[in-house]
């Protein structure tokens, strides 16, 4: 009987075919994300608790200067892990929201755009939420202190909650902003057009926050570090946490006008608006993404207007500031071919 014969191309497809099939095994390799090196330190002490422009700088950075800053939690030191409920009645506003900065940036003048972008946060070991007496969206139902804690290991995704719940940790600083155009020692409490406390949980790494600038240098803060928030923030308090920040600072000269901070991802574009009331926020919100869809992809505003209907989603930031609260509007880059 004739013996079967072999070519150089059989063996070699034979030889290959345990590779392939181990190589179609194989679980798809997640890109990592290289964090950049910080080139400035700012310790939790460098703090303030006021938007102004008469705030001295804590530090002058380049524009595409890397910053690392560390943080406090929002009450400033008033609570620790060893607090309990009768320590929130007594907590005093004044130091509320330390903000570690300002961060001089060279080259920013009014009118300019301060583009910062969210490169890695990391929450220290604890955190707190609260109910404080006279604040929060139902503060007239809920009249008596409260006070949970959590101990957060490191690298931890969830809190404990109590035996049943656990809350998701998706860490994010409650306030970002530039000073504003004033020497009046403004409170850090309501949103502004210079940002303020906007506590939007999707300002979170990987996220670009544009600024309008109002000041020479802008004068950059951050602070009121939260672990854990959802878009409402009803109660008055996320899980407040100390945190570790690392942040890139670019302006951005002649570009579009924006009255107040915008931000995107690389799956969508968003802009957010405050008022004293939804109604009103989430109005402001529309038009502001109707300006950016006729500016930046040629749309006319009845198109504009029909397609925030069709994809714009609005998001209730946050409702606690009362009257001031905080809508947002996101737009996916996939509906916009970009």
Avoid at 60 to 69: C, Y
Avoid at 103 to 123: K, W
Avoid at 272 to 290: G, H, L, N, P, V
């Amino acid at each position: 009987m004739k013996q079967p014969t072999y070519s150089i191309l059989g063996f070699f497809l034979v030889g290959l075919f345990p590779a392939l099939v181990f190589l179609a095994c194989e679980e798809p390799q997640q890109a990592v994300y290289e964090v950049p090196k910080p080139q400035f330190t700012l310790s939790s002490e460098q703090t303030h608790n006021r938007f102004s422009s008469a705030i001295l700088p804590a530090i002058t950075v380049p524009s595409g200067g890397i910053v690392e800053v560390y943080t406090k939690e929002a009450s400033d030191g008033q609570l620790t892990p060893n607090s309990t409920a009768e320590d929130v009645g007594t907590l005093d506003f004044s130091p509320i929201h330390p903000l570690t900065g300002p961060v001089y940036v060279e080259g920013a003048e009014p009118g300019d755009i301060l583009a910062v972008t969210l490169h890695e946060i990391e929450i220290d070991n604890w955190g707190w939420a609260a109910v404080v007496p006279g604040f929060g969206f139902l503060a007239d139902e809920f009249t008596e202190p409260y006070l949970k804690t959590f101990t957060i290991a490191k690298g931890a995704t969830s809190a404990r909650f109590s035996d049943k719940i656990n809350i998701p940790l998706k860490p994010f600083p409650g306030v970002m902003g530039v000073a504003p155009a004033t020497e009046e020692m403004l409170s850090t409490i309501p949103p502004r057009e210079n940002g303020g406390n906007m506590d939007n949980r999707y300002l979170t790494v990987g996220t670009t926050v544009y600024f309008p600038v109002f000041v020479e240098g802008a004068l950059f803060s951050i602070g009121d570090t939260h672990s854990a928030q959802v878009m409402g923030e009803v109660c008055g308090t996320a899980i407040e946490s100390p945190m570790r920040i690392i942040y890139e600072v670019n302006v951005i000269k002649g570009g579009r006008k924006m009255s107040e901070p915008q931000y995107e991802t690389d799956d969508y574009y968003a802009v957010s608006a405050f008022a004293t009331t939804i109604d009103e926020a989430a109005k402001k919100a529309t038009r502001f993404m109707i300006d950016y869809l006729i500016e930046e992809h040629g749309l006319d505003r009845a198109d504009a207007y029909v397609l925030c209907s069709l994809a714009g989603e609005l998001k209730i930031a946050e409702v606690v500031d009362v009257p001031h609260v905080l809508v947002s509007m996101h737009m996916p880059k996939s509906v916009l071919g970009i």
